[in-house]
Structures are given as C-alpha cells and as structure tokens.
C-alpha cells in the first residue's frame, strides 16, 4: 500500500475526536448516492445544517472520507424565564469506491445541505498473456 491511501486499519484524527464526544453531541452517517457517469463517479451526500467551511474530504483511488460538523445554540429570554441549549452533530463516512479513481481530478462542491463530488475513473489497467 502507498504511502497516501487510505487502509481500513488507519485510526484517523477525526475518529479519534468522535470518541471524545459530550452531551449534546450527535454523530451521524451522511446518506450518499454514488452515481456512474460514464468516465466519472459523481457522489452525493446529505449534510443537512452543515457549514461549507466545516467539511473535511480525503480520497485515494479506492475511497473516499467525508467528515462534517455542525453547532446550533438556541436561546429564549423572556421576563423570569431563560432557556439555553447547544448542540452539536458530527457526521462521518469512509466510502469504499466501486472502481479505482483519479484523487487529482475529484472536485467538489457544497449547496443547499447537499454535498456533490465528482472524480474521473481511472482508466483500466491490465496486461495480456499470451499462451505458449
């Protein structure tokens, strides 16, 4: 295995994080379509109340880590009365990519709570045997 990609044995940073988790705090799976367009996988995840800035994304050839948090702090003040909660969702998911991919070509972008990534397949690669 190179030296970049990614191994389901690799203990990452953000993990590490989710096992830190306090009250208030939410992890979840982002729901994700992976589509095949020909040349190209287009994926798509769902990260509703998500932040642009606040998403994280790693790929190698054979998968891809979408990482995302989310704070929300609500407040009600009225006379005799307070009332304060904070909460907090992560979202993780490390997607085992049906085909190899090119890292270097995968764009993304991030609207409406939807999350689209767009990579090109790396073209087949193999050798002919001949038969003696």
């Known amino acids: 295995m190179k030296k970049n990609e990614l191994s389901p044995f690799d203990i990452d ?9 306090p009250m208030g705090f939410i992890s979840k799976m982002p729901a994700i379509d992976i589509i095949d367009k020909d040349k190209q996988l287009l994926i798509r995840a769902d990260l509703p109340g998500v932040d642009k800035k ?5 790929i190698d050839k054979n998968s891809l880590i979408i990482a995302a948090t989310s704070s929300k702090k609500q407040e009600n003040k009225k006379e005799y009365y307070y009332y304060s909660e904070r909460r ?3 979202y993780y998911r490390r997607i085992a990519l049906p085909v190899p991919v090119v890292p270097e070509t995968a764009k993304a972008k991030f609207e409406n709570g939807t999350l689209e990534i767009i990579v ?3 073209k087949e690669e193999g050798k002919d045997i001949e038969i003696s």
């Open 120 to 122: 090109d397949k790396a």
């Open 13 to 21: 940073p953000i993990i590490k994080k989710l096992f830190e988790i």
């Open 88 to 90: 907090s969702t992560s």
């Open 54 to 58: 606040d998403i994280k994304l790693k």
